[in-house]
């Protein structure tokens, strides 16, 4: 069943494309290296705490986005090494024989991230990267948004306040 499986998919779409996907694993590192670097080297010279609350709320912004990266890295990780014997063997982890024997191409997404297993007939299930991936991106660069337009609008209030000082005096 399983030497049959690979032979009616290796004619179809194979999932993501492994120069594409090294791309975005490569642009996640250096992502994830330059914001988690400016969030170290800012928070140390403060002595650990941001003085304002724009300094604040980018603060947190900064480690919402380093999360963020650091979980789709995590998933991309998880798809860099499925080559299609891989593939065959995540679909038929997450969905079972009966699914993985109808299983007739595979898939890649990269958003949301995921290898959905395509079923003959119709249909497909998500397979290769952890559940609990998506959700956390998700919610970390929603949270990364929020409080970068909190951050934003404190900045603007500040600069409004010390601008209407600067011209009373």
Request: some cysteine; overall charge positive.
């Amino acid at each position: 069943m399983r030497s049959s499986m690979l032979t009616v998919a290796s004619g179809s779409s194979s999932g993501h494309d492994p120069g594409v996907l090294l791309s975005v694993v490569l642009l996640c590192f250096v992502g994830l290296a330059v914001c988690g670097g400016y969030l170290i080297v800012s928070t140390s010279r403060r002595g650990g705490r941001a003085n304002t609350a724009w300094g604040k709320w980018r603060d947190v912004a900064l480690v919402c986005a380093c999360g963020a990266l650091a979980f789709y890295l995590w998933g991309c990780l998880h798809l860099l090494f499925l080559d299609e014997t891989r593939q065959f063997t995540a679909c038929l982890e997450a969905g079972g024989p009966e699914k993985a024997a109808r299983v007739d191409a595979f898939v890649g997404d990269f958003i949301p991230l995921r290898l959905q297993c395509h079923i003959r007939g119709g249909g497909s299930y998500s397979a290769g990267v952890p559940g609990y991936v998506n959700p956390i991106v998700a919610v970390l660069t929603l949270g990364a948004v929020a409080t970068a337009a909190c951050a934003t609008a404190a900045r603007a209030q500040l600069k409004k306040m010390s601008t209407m000082e600067g011209t009373e005096h």
